[in-house]
């Protein structure tokens, strides 16, 4: 069974770093796009930033350019999210997902999600 294991959140005072890893078990992690989303409490799922399995295409939420990066180790089946800066508004639930069709920047178009790691920022 394929599965996305994310890891890496916590709690860190505003203008701290934290790295998010999304481990993919079960199969290799393929041809297309990774992504990460994030929801905070009561709000929507959001995008935050996706890679092509190349790593030549990246994309990333307005609110987090600058500030995050997202990499991929295709021989270690992982996808990394490098948050710098970070701000209170950035504290959610970090989940990983595998693009399937359409538009990235769409949760209706990844197929497969992980559980998810919290992240809180503390101002």
């Known amino acids: 069974q394929v599965q996305l294991v994310e890891s890496g959140g916590g709690l860190v005072q505003a203008g701290g770093s934290l790295r998010l890893s999304c481990v993919v078990s079960?199969?290799?992690?393929?041809?297309?796009?990774m992504g990460w989303f994030r929801q905070a409490p009561e709000k929507e799922r959001d995008f935050v930033a996706a890679?092509?399995?190349?790593?030549?295409?990246?994309y990333y939420a307005n609110s987090v350019e600058g500030r995050f990066t997202i990499s991929r180790d295709n021989a270690k089946n992982t996808v990394y999210l490098q948050m710098n800066s970070l701000k209170p508004e950035d504290t959610a639930v970090y989940y990983c997902?595998?693009?399937?069709?359409?538009?990235?920047?769409?949760?209706?178009?990844?197929?497969?999600w992980g559980q998810g790691t919290q992240v809180t920022v503390s101002s």
């Open positions: 997902a595998a693009h399937e069709s359409g538009s990235v920047y769409y949760s209706s178009s990844y197929y497969l």
């Open positions: 079960g199969r290799t992690l393929g041809s297309g796009f």
């Open positions: 890679i092509s399995q190349s790593e030549r295409s990246t």
